[in-house]
């Protein structure tokens, strides 16, 4: 179990290592970590969630224009990605940017056509550097003079848009975690709510903040030292919108992907092909699916 969150912020730069080892340290103190952006991606990150309040408004007909569901790209209806179980499904609709998919976004005309996925594009390249630097700090902490684990390709930005009062339940997702190496998140209204060990309990971010959350692919990376944070959406069900940005980490395969740290919770364990799988459980295709276009 972890101690109870306290209001510890960190900088993060790619190129500080000693400040991305205090934010290391944080994680496995707290399970979780706050991170602090500078005003450049505060802006950037508010720029998005206004072109996300356009997006969302529009018809639906028209946001399925943006949508390549074997690549998982782009729009997904409210109903299509689940938590825990297929019969209670995440309470949103989304929208995803993959790395992966640029040339394919470039040929559909999207970057033109589609201002949410400029300005997310915008986004995931100024939060990139910031998470490459925070891996490359763990791995000089457990594997001194080794590479970050290679990341962009394989990772994606989500922004999910929730209508709290138009749903009975109280939980708009239920909890659970990623099942990514880690998910940088925030967002514009309450909701979040983290289990620090004694429960779940709500999280506070600032206009400067982010929350990073481990997912069970850092746990075995570094053998249970950080373990998954679970955590859940609880309804607020206020009539505003809840708009969140999520970025999530994982390995691109093709890599040999060694744990730091070494021990019988990763004994034997493929990473890499432990990553590919993880998204079945959310009703999502393989990352290796949806890199081919076999996603639907």
Known sequence: MHANPVERVRDANPVDNPVGLSIVDELITLGHAKLRIGRDIQDQIERTFDTARGFY??????????????????????????????????????????NRNRARTEEAGWPATCPLHTEMRQTIDMLTPLVSGLFQSMADRWAPGTSAPLVKRASYLQVNYYEPAQHKREMLQDGHEDGHLITVVTATGPGLEIDTGDGYRPVKLGADEMLLMPGSLLELMTGGMIPALYHQVKNSFLKEPRYSMMYFVNPESGQALEPWVRNERNAGVDIVEQANALPLKFGLPTLVDGTSGRGR
Do not use: C, M
Not at 72 to 97: H, K, N, W
């Open 57 to 98: 408004a529009r018809p639906l007909s028209e946001k399925r224009n943006f949508a390549l569901p074997a690549f998982v790209e782009g729009y997904r209806d409210i109903g299509l990605e689940y938590s825990q179980q297929p019969d209670r499904p995440d309470l949103t609709e989304s929208f995803s940017l993959w």
